[in-house]
T-cell receptor
Framework: AQKVTQAQTEISVVEKEDVTLDCVYETRDTTYYLFWYKQPPSGELVFLIRRNSFDEQNEISGRYSWNFQKSTSSFNFTITASQVVDSAVYFCAPPGCYSSASKIIFGSGTRLSIRP | NAGVTQTPKFRILKIGQSMTLQCTQDMNHNYMYWYRQDPGMGLKLIYYSVGAGITDKGEVPNGYNVSRSTTEDFPLRLELAAPSQTSVYFC?????????????FGPGTRLTVL
């Protein structure tokens, strides 16, 4: 079964610190996709990134970066120079593939608090 | 594009009442989903649909029903509301399966059952 583990339930750092959110996944598929979503205090869910398992290059978008390592089944998310606006719950979605069922089961996420 | 819209935004129900949560998307997505999120918890899949006329159960379908008569609409019906159904309900859609394509979420409906 497709599964993801976000071992860090809550993280609290001071503004401007770098912070890494861990995501370890399980899958038997050789081709799959991974996602990160963000849920700020306002409650909406926002897509952050989609990554194909073929592409193991790190992704950088401004202060956000993602480190995908197939060898360790990890897809970690780093925020550099964190800001208060980064405070949110972050969800790493389990790997999905075209041949698997349409439904994906989200984990509980990591609650990130950035203190001023 | 409005994306995914949900109505109502808030609702208070009495135990035993019924209601329908509306969800509409204007992106011509094939897949649609209903999730619930209890306070401080993650998302749990209630039902999903892979296209008009086709629906299937998720993790927590008991107490809910869905229908998908059009591509755009995916209403969620609560029959005989119970306090355990107090939650925030999110509708989402994706062009392809949510395992491979980005899901776009609605703003949510906050439901309280008293």
């Amino acid at each position: 079964a497709q599964k993801v583990t976000q071992a860090q339930t809550e993280i609290s750092v001071v503004e401007k610190e770098d912070v890494t959110l861990d995501c370890v996944y399980e899958t038997r598929d050789t081709t799959y996709y991974l996602f990160w979503y963000k849920q700020p205090p306002s409650g909406e869910l926002v897509f952050l990134i989609r990554r194909n398992s073929f592409d193991e290059q790190n992704e950088i978008s401004g202060r956000y970066s993602w480190n995908f390592q197939k060898s360790t089944s990890s897809f970690n998310f780093t925020i550099t120079a964190s800001q208060v606006v980064d405070s949110a719950v972050y969800f790493c979605a389990p790997p999905g593939c075209y041949s698997s069922a349409s439904k994906i089961i989200f984990g509980s996420g990591t609650r990130l608090s950035i203190r001023p | 594009n409005a994306g995914v819209t949900q109505t109502p935004k808030f609702r208070i129900l009495k135990i035993g009442q019924s209601m329908t949560l509306q969800c509409t998307q204007d992106m011509n997505h094939n897949y649609m989903y209903w999730y619930r999120q209890d306070p401080g918890m993650g998302l749990k899949l209630i039902y999903y649909s892979v296209g008009a006329g086709i629906t299937d159960k998720g993790e927590v379908p008991n107490g809910y029903n869905v229908s998908r008569s059009t591509t755009e609409d995916f209403p969620l019906r609560l029959e005989l509301a119970a306090p355990s159904q107090t939650s925030v309900y999110f509708c989402a859609s994706s062009y392809g399966t949510g395992g491979t394509d980005t899901q776009y979420f609605g703003p949510g409906t906050r439901l309280t059952v008293l």
